[in-house]
């Protein structure tokens, strides 16, 4: 049976699913162990002006546009992966300084992705500041949108038989907002985003994008929202869903209860995954690290940080403050090489005790985005989304919020995790709604004529004239 680990424990455990790939040189896997007394050898935005803004039928499905079966997958550029990566470290920093005695899981990549559809729709000053948050300010945009096609094609490519991994985008509407079409198509081709309109003022709508979030999580994050303001005309959503059963599972026998140390220096009873076994370790300046295989052991890994200095240990207050330890610890890791991380991983035999647990997380990360430098994303007087959503001269859309919920549950079988991200677009047309332009006509009650052809090649494959349908 799992253990929800209490909210005033600190777990820290970063299940880091897109770090730079490993070099052929470090990825042989360690020798599989079942028992701990075995010991084997160690082993853009838009340009379009001229584009009229429109409004979006109610179901647009995702494109895959961008994936063609026949074409090698290009790696994504390594400086938008280690972007990705080290906002992620730059956010919990941040989260943590409101409390590290609480349970903090973040998907970097699903909140990266997010928030970069968003910055794609922004404009001067408001994009410069999202893409310098988001660690991206010296990647052209064309590049980072190329870059997160590429990621989503080698994430989403078939791993192994003991790793699920799921990753889907959506860009919800009002059906009365005037969103611009090169924002939508982007989206489409390079995010492989479903497209969704809807009346916002009705509570279905709500359920329509909670449920959207549940089904791509496998159920773990059931809602995101619980209601959308008046202002609130558009939602970018990403969800992520993991589940990896471990290279080398732990014995359910071996799990015993053990004390686990909380940051007050208090001490709990909790259940204890325990086993001996060649596997990935390294010893950092103080702190020491792991990394545990899942499925094959070719891809995916959780990796494990653990700081030396063990709470409790202070024998005066002036010594050493909590927050400060572990400031100092994230910043050893932020400011490493990664580089240099994953080649100091070397196999070794390692005596392992884990906790076994289950932690869910549900934040507003707005106000930390804000800390973070993205102030006038979220400023209605100065943030400029003129990419993204058609406005009059006097009116303004901004950035109402950034919702993200997490689930993780490690066991002696392996993982499962799942993220939802939403990001809330207000706008205000200063008392005026944009009605969308009437539709065009296409009613075919006389005779027409038809083909089918295969757009990929050109070729037409049927051809006729319809003068008679009865």
Not at 75 to 101: E, M, Q, T, W
Not at 285 to 290: E, G, I, M, S, Y
Not at 335 to 361: C, N, Y
Request: glycine share 6%; proline share 6%.
């Amino acid at each position: 049976m799992s253990v929800k680990l209490a909210p005033h424990s600190c777990a820290i455990l970063f299940a880091m699913l897109t770090l730079p790939p490993i070099t052929h040189a470090e990825s042989s896997k360690p020798e599989k162990v079942h028992q701990a007394h075995q010991a084997p050898k160690p082993a853009v935005a838009s340009t379009e002006s001229t584009k009229a803004a429109t409004t979006i039928p109610s179901i647009i499905p995702a494109t895959n546009s961008g994936k063609t079966a026949s074409s090698p997958l290009k790696p994504p550029n390594p400086a938008v992966v280690s972007a990705s990566n080290l906002f992620g470290f730059d956010l919990l920093k941040h989260l943590l300084k409101k409390g590290c005695s609480q349970n903090i899981v973040i998907s970097p990549t699903g909140l990266n992705l997010a928030l970069a559809m968003a910055a794609g729709g922004a404009s001067g000053s408001t994009k410069n500041a999202m893409l310098n948050t988001l660690r991206l300010s010296n990647v052209p945009t064309g590049e980072i949108r190329n870059s997160h096609n590429s990621l989503l094609q080698q994430l989403l490519k078939g791993a192994d038989a003991d790793v699920t991994i799921n990753i889907a985008d959506s860009i919800w509407t009002d059906n009365r907002t005037l969103v611009q079409p090169t924002f939508i198509s982007q989206n489409q081709k390079l995010y492989d985003a479903e497209i969704r309109s809807a009346d916002f003022s009705k509570a279905s709508t709500v359920n329509s994008i909670n449920d959207w979030v549940s089904n791509k999580t496998r159920g773990r994050i059931r809602t995101i929202i619980d209601h959308l303001e008046p202002a609130s005309k558009l939602v970018i959503l990403n969800a992520v869903y993991f589940k990896g059963g471990w290279y080398s599972p732990f014995e359910q026998k071996e799990t015993k209860q053990k004390e686990f140390t909380l940051l007050s220096g208090n001490k709990k009873k909790l259940p204890m995954m325990e086993d001996t076994r060649y596997t990935y370790y390294m010893k950092g300046k103080d702190f020491q690290a792991l990394r545990l295989p899942y499925g094959s052991g070719a891809r995916f890994d959780m990796w494990l940080f653990l700081p030396d200095e063990k709470p409790g240990s202070f024998r005066a207050p002036w010594q050493r403050s909590i927050e400060k330890m572990y400031e100092d610890f994230l910043n050893d890791i932020t400011q490493s090489d990664w580089s240099s991380i994953t080649g100091a991983f070397a196999s070794e035999r390692v005596h392992i005790v884990l906790p076994r647990f289950k932690v869910e997380m549900a934040k507003t990360v707005g106000d930390n985005l804000k800390s973070m430098g993205m102030n006038i994303a979220f400023d209605k007087e100065k943030a400029n989304f003129s990419e993204m959503i058609s406005l009059g001269p006097h009116d303004q859309a901004w950035i109402e919020e950034v919702l993200h919920k997490t689930f993780i549950e490690v066991n002696e079988k392996g993982t499962e995790a799942a993220a939802a991200t939403g990001v809330i677009m207000g706008v205000n047309t200063c008392g005026t709604i944009k009605e969308p332009p009437p539709p065009k006509e296409f009613i075919a009650d006389h005779p027409f004529v038809l083909g089918i052809r295969d757009s990929s090649t050109g070729a037409i494959l049927f051809l006729g004239s319809i003068a008679d349908p009865g």
